[in-house]
């Protein structure tokens, strides 16, 4: 059973100011120490996710040290590369790479070749734990866990990271003084230092309120630097945004597609989802809600995609059918919304909304 009884000895400094500071508030002692006594009764259950919470000063950090020593403790990387990618080892392929920093939610190719630490706080814990995941297979332990995030990012971060974990089947225990993250990373067992009382996790995440609007062309500015391909946008397009709260996270814009058989056919033009919204399924969410729109209007609607996140999202997906594996396209299979672009040189896949 994981518990632990122990004892935090520190000594006391013999400086004439430390002196002065004992007598002057009664405490004259040599030695300081913390008594702790933690049951965390976890033991022959399966679990993925455990948190450690509380307010700084409760011992957060001693216990996890004390009570899980067979996991690895991280509390940060060695960040020197010109980019992100560099600074992963020589083992890891790029493909490896830039698969798992997809799978946490950091699905943006032009971020990536960023240095660490120009990157936006909710960037940098992915990253981290995407090099932490291939570095290590060993359970781990993660520091300060969204303390340096705004919350809502902090939320949707947590709601990311915890699904690829238990994906992933690994053990991962976060240490936080933020109880807001509990019910979006939905842990299997808490401990609260506050109280030194241990919990089943109960709390499940709330449903995350978004509202779709159209939008206007001068927004895609807002995401055009987030787009995996290209900064051009088609002012022809029809254009949408999805909001959580007051601020836009994504954005999805659609084309007529001249197609030599179909002739009611829409293409997503540019589909974006800001950094720190992704990895909760959210742009597929925008995009089918949006190919719901016209599949009322009788047209069909169509994706093609070279982004690994799509790719995997749209296949997990009952509202989305591949209609092409990823493949080249050929020059002469570029037509409308392709033509002019370098898809001949990219592995790219093809969806239709099929709407379940």
């Not at 709601?159 to 019910?183: G, N, P, T, V, W």
């Not at 719901?292 to 093609?304: G, N």
Request: aromatic share 10%; glycine share 6%; charged share 25%.
């Amino acid at each position: 059973m994981p518990s632990s009884k122990f004892v935090i000895k520190s000594k006391t400094s013999d400086s004439f100011k430390a002196n002065k500071v004992k007598s002057m508030f009664d405490c004259d002692m040599e030695v300081v120490k913390k008594e702790f006594n933690v049951n965390i009764p976890i033991e022959n259950t399966k679990w993925n996710v455990g948190l450690i919470v509380g307010a700084s000063g409760t011992g957060k950090t001693t216990i996890a040290k004390n009570v899980f020593k067979d996991f690895r403790f991280f509390d940060g990387f060695e960040w020197v590369g010109k980019s992100i990618i560099d600074d992963f080892g020589n083992e890891h392929s790029a493909k490896e790479i830039t698969e798992i920093l997809s799978k946490v939610g950091f699905a943006s190719p032009p971020d990536w070749l960023k240095p660490f630490n120009v990157l936006s706080n909710g960037q940098k814990m992915r990253a981290e734990l995407a090099r932490l995941i291939l570095d290590s297979n060993e359970p781990f332990i993660y520091d300060e866990f969204t303390s340096v995030v705004d919350r809502q990012v902090a939320c949707i971060g947590s709601a990311a990271i915890q699904k690829f974990i238990r994906k992933q089947d690994k053990q991962f225990i976060a240490l936080s003084c933020h109880y807001d993250i509990e019910e979006w990373l939905e842990p299997d067992w808490v401990f609260d230092c506050n109280t030194m009382q241990f919990r089943r996790g109960l709390l499940r995440r709330p449903e995350i309120k978004c509202q779709i609007r159209k939008a206007d062309q001068s927004e895609w500015r807002q995401f055009m630097d987030f787009h995996y391909l290209s900064h051009d946008h088609n002012n022809a397009a029809h254009k949408y945004v999805c909001q959580i709260g007051n601020e836009s996270v994504a954005w999805c814009s659609v084309l007529h597609f001249p197609h030599p058989h179909v002739k009611n056919m829409k293409r997503i033009h540019r589909i974006v989802v800001k950094p720190d919204y992704q990895g909760i399924g959210l742009g597929t969410k925008l995009m089918s809600e949006i190919a719901k729109k016209y599949k009322k209007e009788k047209m069909r609607v169509s994706l093609v995609t070279s982004s690994p996140a799509f790719i995997h999202g749209l296949q997990q997906s009952k509202n989305w059918i591949m209609t092409r594996k990823p493949s080249r396209l050929s020059n002469t299979a570029k037509t409308g919304a392709l033509a002019g672009t370098t898809s001949d040189a990219r592995l790219t896949a093809t969806f239709e909304f099929s709407n379940g």
